[in-house]
């Protein structure tokens, strides 16, 4: 039996041929060697079984499934795992060198936490830098830090790395979500396990990919996620601050809707949120989001007018 590895990394990639290529170097090239790098091939069709094969031999773990999505293809790479770390690197994206080192470094420093998440920089398909994602804009203290990522609860999965330990207690990513999925794992690992940053960039991201932030259902599961936080965590997060959350994710569909020209519907997130939360900031975004409503509302009638 070999020796257990002390990095897993979990790589799913659906026709990505090329991209994963390079996200695959990016996990090789790190100064703190990753001994075990699993991709789980979520039945690509423009031959990337070969062309990985052809790069890498058995320098890396290559399986094929029938495509089942990504959260099925991260949980079965999870399953299959043998590292006392693991760390998430989707196939779009890219570690820079010294990422595992430096959160080794830190969980072995803070035997106590779960999981430490670092900085992200997003770039275009280009690779010209958009912004860096900052963790410590949400994730102000490291610790319990549900109530801070119940406001906000995004996630990189490209910046995590957690503690096998995490993944036998909370299971993975929820396969019943067709998005969102990410941040129902950020809150659940947060609700039961400490959370820390290393406040470096130590990742990139390509933004603008064909991945599924952009489909309509978004809203709705990042509504269902929030609700089910919410409720999980009743009696553990001050109160406002979980009306505060759900509010927020009313809004956040409600703003959604008027893009769309749901009007309806957004108005009624707009009164969800008004009932669940009495903050000024809520109040004012609320107000806001209906004048936006109804600035639509008299452009479409003008338009149609003059037609």
Known sequence: MTAIPEISAIIPTYNRRDLVIRAIKSALAQTRKVEEIIVIDDGSTDGTDAALKAAFGDRILYV?????????????????????????????????????ARQVEWLDAHTEFGMVLCDVERVDGEGRMIDRFRRRDVIREDG???????????????????????????????????TAEDLDFHLRVASRWRIGVVEEILARAVRGQDGLSALARTYDDYTKVIERAVSSAEG??????????????????????????????????????????SDRAIRREARSTGMLAVKRIALNLLGRGRR
Request: proline share 4%; glycine share 6%; net charge positive.
């Open 64 to 100: 094929r499934q029938a495509n089942a999505g990504v959260s099925a293809a991260r949980n079965r790479g999870m399953a299959m795992s043998r590292g006392r770390y693991i760390a998430l690197l989707d196939s779009d994206d890219e570690w820079l060198p010294e990422k595992t």
């Open 144 to 178: 319990w830090v549900l109530s801070m990522v119940l406001q906000d609860p995004a996630l990189a999965p490209v910046s995590a790395m957690f503690r096998r330990e995490v993944f036998a207690d909370i299971g993975g990513f929820d396969e019943n979500l067709a």
């Open 236 to 277: 553990r997060v001050p109160r406002a601050d979980a009306q505060r959350a759900l509010a927020a994710a009313y809004l956040r569909n409600a703003r959604g809707a008027v893009f769309e020209n749901r009007f309806a519907d957004a108005m009624r997130w707009i009164r969800k949120a008004r009932s669940n939360s």
